[in-house]
């Protein structure tokens, strides 16, 4: 109570309505970039003063450093040393104490933890953004119960927090006595419609006569690919024809949930997949694949299978919480049992048995669901309401 009191004498000034000024407290500047930008963007326009706190200076920190102030704030994604988590949350505090914003807008777990804190430090309003409950909460640990802990202390002083699916609201809501009154479900963080469009991709090169399996994301074991790549193993013993398994994404090897490097290695020189690495531009990978893959052990809203949507191409997902909330079974894609590669097995050569037709059909069942439900503009306008 004395810490908190004497931070508010330091009174931070009220900004004009035409100025608000909003902090953006990112994990990662890649996660700012990709995902973060055109909703600052918008704010921008709506007259909004937007800064980023982020904790890498890297080559996405430098691109959006082109048009908005970054400040470097060091923080592992991960990491659970309490001397360095105290010093995070003391420099976010004095960035906080210089800067004087209006809001604090956040997304992961560390960011929206700390950001209520320091709320409650300044009487700053934080919009929280729940993308997910991260693979800590696949564990049963200390880590576990320490972060439901700090959700439970730091929640009931946020001012609005954003949900993008049922089942993690509805988690929180009952598990953490959290305000119904503060909660919003949002869709993602929306896809930009003018950017994905169908009529474009179809005029895009086709397979010549292969058919192509994507997985866009971390190369991490709670999104599925040991079950992906014994599916792989599994159809291509089926099939005498081509199959392609294609993968996607940063191998995170400081992430807990790491596929090991030797293991990943001998998936592919065993030439069951194709690893490509992390590639920027995604979109021709989806336009050039037939079916897109997530067998996730959980999501927050996938990003990587509302684009795959916009751009028509059917979905294999695993039903859990966030893929169930975008694939309907059997109308725009296929929801395998979690965990289970056999499962995963059989809808990949079901989307290959229904033929191009049926898989078009699906395609555009899902364009239509993202044209409805996850355009970036809904977001927006969930921001704007809680900002004003």
Avoid at 28 to 42: G, I, P, V
Avoid at 329 to 342: A, D, Q, V
Wanted: include cysteine.
């Amino acid at each position: 109570m004395i810490l908190r009191k004497s931070f508010l004498s330091m009174n931070l000034s009220i900004q004009p309505m035409n100025n608000k000024k909003i902090i953006f407290f990112v994990n990662s500047s890649w996660a700012a970039y990709k995902f973060r930008l055109n909703l600052a963007n918008e704010l921008t326009k709506n007259g909004f003063n937007v800064k980023f706190v982020i904790p890498s200076e890297d080559e996405y920190f430098i691109k959006i450093s082109r048009n908005y102030q970054c400040i470097h704030l060091p923080m592992s994604q991960t990491g659970m040393n309490l001397y360095s988590e105290m010093l995070v949350l003391f420099r976010l505090i004095f960035i906080v104490r210089k800067e004087r914003p209006d809001f604090l807008l956040s997304f992961s777990i560390k960011p929206n933890i700390y950001s209520n804190i320091v709320s409650s430090l300044f009487d700053i309003k934080t919009v929280n953004n729940i993308s997910g409950l991260g693979s800590t909460h696949l564990s049963n640990g200390f880590k576990y119960s320490f972060i439901n802990y700090m959700y439970r202390f730091s929640f009931k002083y946020a001012h609005k927090v954003f949900f993008q699916n049922k089942s993690d609201k509805n988690y929180f809501i009952k598990s953490f006595n959290l305000n119904s009154k503060k909660v919003r479900l949002i869709p993602g963080s929306g896809v930009d419609l003018s950017i994905f469009k169908p009529h474009k991709a179809r005029q895009k090169l086709q397979n010549q006569g292969v058919f192509s399996f994507l997985y866009i994301g971390r190369v991490l074991i709670d999104k599925g690919l040991r079950e992906f790549y014994q599916a792989a193993q599994l159809v291509k013993n089926h099939y005498d024809k081509e199959i392609q398994f294609i993968i996607v994404g940063d191998r995170c090897s400081d992430h807990i949930s790491t596929i090991p490097f030797e293991e990943f290695n001998a998936w592919v020189e065993s030439k069951t997949i194709k690893y490509l690495d992390y590639v920027e531009n995604i979109k021709p990978l989806i336009i050039n694949s037939d079916c897109v893959v997530l067998p996730s052990y959980r999501e927050g809203l996938p990003r990587s299978l509302l684009e795959s949507f916009a751009l028509m191409k059917p979905i294999i997902a695993s039903k859990v919480p966030g893929c169930e909330d975008v694939v309907d079974h059997e109308m725009n894609g296929f929801l395998c049992k979690p965990k289970s590669s056999t499962s995963l097995a059989n809808s990949m050569i079901k989307m290959i048995e229904i033929g191009e037709s049926k898989r078009n059909e699906f395609g555009l069942n899902g364009r239509k669901k993202v044209e409805k439900f996850f355009s970036e503009e809904l977001v927006f306008k969930e921001y704007l309401k809680a900002l004003r």
